[in-house]
Nanobody
């Protein structure tokens, strides 16, 4: 049974940093594509970042480029999202997800490409 468990969220002031973790069980995270998405209150879930299997490529939403970094620790079967220079607009519930395959029809930024999802962790950035 696949489980993804996020942690590391919290309340931080604008300009601060947080590191989110997504620990996977039931799969080897290094062999699948992993993504982070976020959902703010009253808004749709949106893509944040993705790392392809074996860490070949990394992708970011324009809104977080230069501020967020996605990485993985294969020994811990964990994917991270380092978030720096946080802004109030980054306030959301952050979810990690895994995808076996990414295609042109289901690219890394499409939530429908991902099979397994974590419950999410709340990130609140105060101004």
């Amino acid at each position: 049974q696949v489980q993804l468990v996020e942690s590391g969220g919290g309340l931080v002031q604008a300009g601060g940093s947080l590191r989110l973790s997504c620990e996977a069980s039931g799969l080897m995270s290094s062999t699948v594509n992993m993504g982070w998405f976020r959902q703010a209150p009253g808004k749709e879930r949106t893509f944040v970042a993705a790392i392809t299997r074996y860490s070949v490529s990394r992708y970011y939403a324009d809104s977080v480029k230069g501020r967020f970094t996605i990485s993985r620790d294969n020994a811990k079967n964990t994917v991270y999202l380092q978030m720096n220079s946080l802004k109030p607009d980054d306030t959301a519930v952050y979810h990690c997800a895994s995808a076996s395959d990414l295609t042109s029809r289901r690219p890394y930024s499409d939530s429908a490409a991902y099979t397994y999802w974590g419950q999410g962790t709340q990130v609140t950035v105060s101004s």
